[in-house]
């Protein structure tokens, strides 16, 4: 397993050394956490954006979706990243790594109930988070695996939601979220652009939590204008690269608002 052509390929999307040595821990980090719980969780969320479907933003969390009743628990995590993570961690130089809990109680945290967090930390720095929450239980047609080489003899299987249902948990963050996020408008269009489409039950299941949660179309436009050249500038220039950043801020960010507008346009008439 080569690390340094790991980062590399990463660094192509235009993510920075640091970002790049980052993303490849998380990806080993991922792949130890499901040799060891096969079937504790699912990942989604920004970590599976940035791992599995190519995004060009960058996401410190992994965020795993607890499947069963008897979850790891915040000790049993941490000792199997610690004990998996040392070799790739010494071979980026980010060794040693901190790891530090932090319970949250069942705290609601931008929608979702979180019920552990455990913080990685090395070279000084916070490097990424683990969390652990619940929020259903995604549909197992909608769930796919990728191979993830741990080390030069170990491959494990990670299990991910599918691209189809990233959109529709991107389509009700933007929505349900207390404050609104216009990286969550970044990752529709960026699904979008990838293929992603919500047909079938993930459309109806759209239409049901719209229903749910009593939307009007007038929310959802003033959501769509919060998408301006201000909010996106502020959030989203430090986690994307200057030529991703440059090209999706023409005419004020313009891109974002279609893409919105394309998932929830049957509610928009």
Known sequence: MNIASQVADVRARGFTQEQGEVIVLMKIAT?????????????????????????????????FQLQNQTPPSLDEIRASLKDG?????????????????????????????????LYVKGSGRLLFTVDLCRHGN???????????AIDDETIATVKAVSIHYTLLQKAECFLF????KTRDAYDIY????????????????????????EVEAEQIETRIAFVDTAHCTHELKTLLSSKEFDAISENGFAVLRDALRKIYGQWLD
């Open 31 to 63: 792949g130890i956490l499901f040799k060891d719980f096969p079937n504790a969780f699912v990942l989604f969320g920004g970590g599976n954006l940035v791992l599995f479907q190519g995004s060009a933003r960058h996401s410190g969390d992994l965020d």
């Open 85 to 117: 993570l040392q070799a790739a961690a010494e071979a980026l130089s980010l060794a040693p790594l901190l790891y530090e809990p932090a319970t949250l109680n069942h705290a609601v945290n931008d929608g979702w109930n979180f019920f552990n967090r």
């Open 138 to 148: 995604v549909i197992a047609s909608e769930i796919t695996e990728y191979p993830v």
């Open 177 to 180: 979220r207390p404050k609104i």
């Open 190 to 213: 960026s699904l979008l652009k990838r293929g992603a489409t919500l047909g079938g039950n993930l459309k109806f299941h759209l239409e049901d939590s719209l229903t749910a949660h």
